[in-house]
């Protein structure tokens, strides 16, 4: 069975085709998911993109640990639906790292 890594990273899709030796980022909008959830999906990716200091990268992060454990919270809300939607399909790990 194919496998899905949800897991922000910068100016990416929030999703990650993990195959063997091949990793790659994956838009929402490609698999058989909702648009609902597809849309969600890209909001929580812009929602992290925002936490990027260009400036000072190292500097990066959320504002303060309540808007942190927030996106955690939706992270791992939008990952249950997407297990839900892609069940017997694909296997769906999550990662998040802030």
């Not at 303060?64 to 694909?90: P, S």
Request: charged residues 30%; aromatic residues 10%.
């Amino acid at each position: 069975m194919k496998k899905i890594k949800l897991m922000p990273d910068y100016h990416c899709f929030p999703l990650w085709r993990i195959d063997d030796d091949i990793c790659c980022n994956i838009d929402p909008y490609s698999l058989p998911i909702s648009n609902i959830l597809a849309e969600e999906l890209i909001k929580w990716a812009n929602e992290y993109d925002k936490t990027l200091n260009m400036n000072d990268p190292v500097n990066s992060g959320f504002e303060n640990t309540e808007k942190e454990q927030a996106f955690i919270d939706k992270g791992n809300n939008l990952f249950k639906r997407l297990k839900h939607e892609l069940r017997g399909q694909y296997t769906v790990v999550l990662k998040i790292i802030v």
